[in-house]
């Protein structure tokens, strides 16, 4: 099966009120290319769920997000991502504000086909009081009470991968997948950009099979875009773009994001952001970070 | 072991944290910020060699980073994988202590990353979000580091947003005892904390030379207990300096409190 798919059809794919997970984890390795194509798109009110970074500041600064399922937003080095600050202090989006592990607990239900799993995280603190979707249930083998997180299930996930082939082999070489073998399997529909396009034999080697974290049938499409994650990492290829992210957050103080995205994302096309950014040559050359 | 005669009080802050860490034998300790990185370094190069430390990234080390930039030929000492869904794993297991630092602390050792404000749906201060503070606080032991200790910290009312299960009798989900939550330390600019007082009361366990117990209690939001006798915290060693001058050869640590202040007030 050929689920090669162009970056252009790829927003299309989508629908209003749709519940999004993306990938990565802050500003490392997000499917930001698929993220600018949802920023062009006409498509609204979603719920994203996410280790957030600039993906969930840009998409509620531009008036996609209904809701925002998340443990935390930060540009790492820029603590706090500016854009979803702003929502929040506006109060624009509502929010399911969790633990970390308790989204990969999540995500793990959903994936599991289980409606949700028992868990003391959250207990005595106001993740139960401000979730009141959340329940807390007793337990048929001790006297205590447990969280019960449901299965948050995504009706697509948005991904960003070294490599695949085109039947929806994915792989990673990154010093971590983060979340993202949870996101694919919780989601009816993964969409997975990737650096390089590369045929299946390249996976027969074992030293690079070794790299891949789920299986193809968990991959609906695979959206060739080299450089897609910038201005976020994709460590070992880049790292994330410093400079750039300051020019986002300082956008944040003058000018809104409407200029940001009138600068480098209103009516260009992938290519034209690259060469706004100083082009793939440059974002490859991006120094990885010191931890 | 020859105490240092002069020493700032970053580098006192740092000792008296890494000294949290003496007995916990081995677990993952995990210092978020420079004072508590560099604490938790420390620990791993003197009184605790047995504890695990990752690289903040993705790998767990057999001997800790160095923090800052580091030499272009600079090969970290992995020994095992330690990707977030491990850390995760590592968390629920209970066998960590983490050193964190928040925004607010409560009089029930609750504590506040989250945001600040009264209204939930739209704070006046979005901060980081609850991050993995709520999984901590029920599964292993932790210690808070605070560079200012003052009454915005030390709040008078609970937490803006509690992400923390603490020592709050109202909040204690059935079945489970205090007993069971592990607060260890705080540690101030001022002083050496913990939650052991009279009915979880935080108390003093130290102060840092010249400090007074009226200027604790003024900083403070709600009452500190004063145990009988106070004693005043221990100075770094010079072994100890020597250790933090290696793991922290670009002085990041005297850049973290305000005009880097002497140990010892002059």
């Not at chain 1, 959903?110 to 106001?126: C, E, K, Q, V, Y």
């Not at chain 1, 959340?134 to 948005?158: G, N, R, T």
């Not at chain 1, 200029?259 to 690259?274: C, L, M, P, T, V």
Request: aromatic share 10%; hydrophobic share 40%.
């Amino acid at each position: 099966m050929n689920k090669e798919m162009a970056l252009s059809s790829f927003a299309s794919e989508l629908r209003d009120g749709m519940t999004i997970g993306v990938g990565g984890w802050g500003p490392r390795r997000k499917p930001m290319a698929l993220i600018r194509e949802i920023l062009k798109s006409d498509v609204k009110d979603l719920t994203i769920v996410a280790y957030g970074g600039a993906d969930v500041g840009m998409l509620c600064a531009a008036g996609k997000v209904k809701k925002v399922v998340f443990a935390f937003v930060s540009l790492d080095f820029i603590p706090l991502e500016p854009f979803f600050r702003a929502a929040r202090q506006n109060g624009d989006v509502e929010v399911m504000e969790i633990d970390e592990g308790m989204m990969l607990l999540g995500l793990r239900a959903a994936a599991w086909g289980s409606p949700f799993i028992p868990t003391r995280i959250g207990l005595g603190t106001d993740v139960i009081r401000h979730n009141p979707e959340l329940k807390v249930i007793d337990s048929p083998y001790d006297d205590k009470e447990w969280l019960a997180m449901p299965a948050l299930k995504l009706d697509a996930a948005l991904i960003h991968v070294d490599r695949a082939d085109r039947r929806g082999v994915c792989q990673i070489k990154g010093p971590d997948i983060y979340m993202d073998d949870w996101m694919a399997r919780a989601a009816a529909k993964t969409y997975v950009s990737c650096e390089e396009i590369v045929e299946s034999d390249y996976f027969a080697d074992e030293d690079e099979a070794r790299f891949v974290f789920w299986e193809r049938t968990m991959t609906s499409a695979v959206i060739p875009v080299a450089g897609g994650a910038h201005p976020t990492s994709c460590s070992p290829l880049y790292g994330f773009d410093v400079p750039h992210f300051k020019e986002y957050n300082a956008f944040a103080k003058e000018g809104g994001f409407a200029a940001y995205f009138d600068k480098y994302i209103n009516g260009r096309s992938e290519e034209d952001y690259q060469q706004a950014v100083g082009g793939l040559d440059a974002i490859r050359k991006l120094a990885l970070p010191v931890y | 072991m020859t105490n240092a005669i002069e020493y700032s009080l970053a580098e006192l802050m740092i000792c008296a944290n890494a000294s949290a860490y003496d007995n916990d034998g081995e677990v993952l300790v995990t210092g978020i910020g420079v004072l508590p990185r560099i604490a938790a370094s420390l620990a791993m190069l003197s009184n605790n060699t047995d504890i695990m430390m990752t690289d903040s990234e993705a790998w767990l080390l057999s001997e800790p980073n160095p923090i800052g930039p580091r030499p272009a030929d600079f090969r970290q000492k992995n020994e095992t994988w330690m990707g977030f869904s491990r850390i995760f794993d590592n968390v629920w297991s209970g066998k960590r202590h983490l050193t964190g630092g928040p925004t607010q602390i409560d009089r029930f050792a609750q504590a506040n990353i989250s945001a600040l404000g009264s209204d939930y749906r739209q704070p006046k201060v979005q901060m980081l979000g609850v991050r993995g503070f709520p999984g901590n606080s029920i599964c292993h032991a932790n210690s808070y580091l605070v560079p200012q200790h003052s009454t915005r910290v030390f709040v008078e009312g609970e937490c803006d947003v509690v992400c923390t299960i603490g020592f709050n009798p109202e909040r204690l989900p059935k079945g489970y005892s205090f007993d069971e939550i592990d607060v260890r330390q705080v540690y101030t600019n001022l002083g050496v904390f913990d939650f052991r007082g009279p009915d979880r009361q935080m108390q003093i366990v130290s102060l840092h030379p010249g400090v007074t117990v009226e200027e604790v209690q003024a900083n403070t939001g709600f009452p500190v207990h004063v145990p009988d006798t106070i004693v005043e915290t221990a100075p770094p060693t010079e072994a100890q300096l020597e250790i933090i001058r290696r793991i922290d050869p670009h002085n990041l640590r005297s850049k973290q409190l305000k005009d880097n202040p002497p140990g010892v007030r002059a």
